[in-house]
């Protein structure tokens, strides 16, 4: 069980340090969303989390978010997806309400049919592969115009950014390149999309770089082990 002491203090030094990062940006603080990713914490975690004033939660596994999703359903909580996702399990995904990780045309096609078909709308991000490592998924800056199109014509996956994983790297500076190139991408593909709106999100920095992420524009952080500590993985 998480001391709620130890969680309370880490909380709220990330909320400290979010706010540090946009201040030197120039930024409001407020233009920076924290997603708290509880995947593998159990429910209760979760629930203390919330109770310290935290809204928004990231999961990567689509069953073990509608769990939790379904077990806080008293709670008013923002559930978002930020794993790799199938597209058989499309129907299932859009009870999310964000979904950070379409990286396909055909992808964002049926994330679009399964939100209608359940009548309901899903805030989706494209994610952008600027690395082109093997073991990490997205679309390739060249693909992410036809994406955009396709964007425009859907009425249930409701475009609103861009996502990126860049490489796993000691030094948050050596990130920094990469954040910016997306925030860059974003501002050449406004134009394109049927309002601005459409690119308003970055998501970009998890726990030992979002303060790097923050300052080139990220606008949703996705911080996990510094909120709730390491995870333990079991086979």
């Not at 001391?3 to 540090?20: F, K, T």
């Not at 129907?91 to 939100?115: G, N, P, Q, R, W």
């Not at 994610?127 to 490592?133: F, H, I, P, R, S």
Request: glycine share 6%; with cysteine.
């Amino acid at each position: 069980m998480l001391d709620p002491v130890v969680l309370s203090a880490r909380l709220s030094g990330i909320r400290e340090r979010l706010a540090d990062a946009a201040r030197r940006a120039r930024r409001d603080p407020a233009s920076v969303r924290l997603v708290a990713v509880s995947k593998t914490f159990p429910i209760d975690a979760v629930r203390a989390c919330a109770a310290l004033g935290q809204c928004d939660f990231g999961e990567n596994k689509v069953q073990e978010g509608l769990a939790k999703s379904e077990a806080t359903a008293d709670l008013s909580l923002r559930w978002h997806f930020i794993g790799h996702l199938q597209s058989n399990k499309a129907k299932k995904a859009v009870a999310f309400d964000t979904i950070h990780s379409i990286d396909s045309e055909a992808l964002l096609i049926k994330i679009d049919e399964a939100a209608h078909a359940a009548g309901r709308t899903v805030d989706v991000l494209l994610q952008v592969d600027l690395a082109g490592e093997a073991t990490k998924f997205g679309a390739t800056p060249d693909q992410l115009a036809r994406l955009v199109d396709t964007a425009n014509r859907c009425t249930a996956a409701q475009l609103v950014g861009l996502m990126t994983l860049p490489p796993a790297v000691d030094d948050p500076e050596a990130a920094r390149p990469y954040f910016a190139t997306l925030r860059e991408i974003a501002e050449r593909l406004t134009p394109r999309a049927r309002h601005a709106a459409m690119l308003r999100e970055l998501s970009m920095g998890m726990s030992h770089d979002f303060g790097v992420a923050i300052e080139e524009g990220a606008t949703l952080v996705r911080v996990g082990s510094a909120i709730f500590g390491e995870r333990e993985y079991h086979a």
